[in-house]
């Protein structure tokens, strides 16, 4: 019974790990999408549009690495491959989807998400991140 608890808390520690890892690379991904650096576009300038964006990348991230934890292999090293590889996956399908958007609005989706004013467009890309998230954890399920 021991053993089976610091099993699974080992198993926590590690796919808690990889998470955050993957939450991260989302971080990093939305910084590169976005004019400006996002960490003082959020806690510096405060700014609700960057802030909602990036939160539905997280949640989004948070999802996927979920459904691949919940639906993992009940070998542990396919369980993290897999875990990695959809999370990797669902960033660049999220990447991928705020880009089409930018392709499909006027103007740069970029210059919206850094406007200081709560902006329609941030919402919509928003949508878009997490919608983008919800079909690749779909597919892990």
Aim: glycine residues 12%; contains cysteine; aromatic residues 8%.
């Amino acid at each position: 019974m021991l053993e089976d608890l610091l099993n699974g808390a080992g198993r926590s520690v590690v796919f808690g790990l990889i998470g955050v890892g993957l939450m991260a690379v989302g971080f990093v991904m939305v910084d590169l999408l976005t004019p400006g650096k996002l960490k003082d576009l959020i806690w510096r300038d405060k700014n609700p549009n960057a802030a909602l964006l990036l939160s539905a990348n997280q949640l989004g991230i948070a999802v996927i690495v979920f459904t691949a934890v919940l639906t993992s292999y009940q070998d542990f090293a396919q369980g993290v491959a897999s875990t990695l590889i959809f999370g990797l996956i669902g960033i660049a399908i999220m990447g991928f989807a705020f880009m089409v958007l930018d392709w499909l609005t006027p103007g740069k989706l970029g210059d919206v998400i850094c406007t200081p004013e709560r902006h329609p467009g941030a919402t919509v890309s928003a949508a878009s991140h997490f919608g983008a998230a919800l079909i690749v954890a779909a597919c892990i399920a």
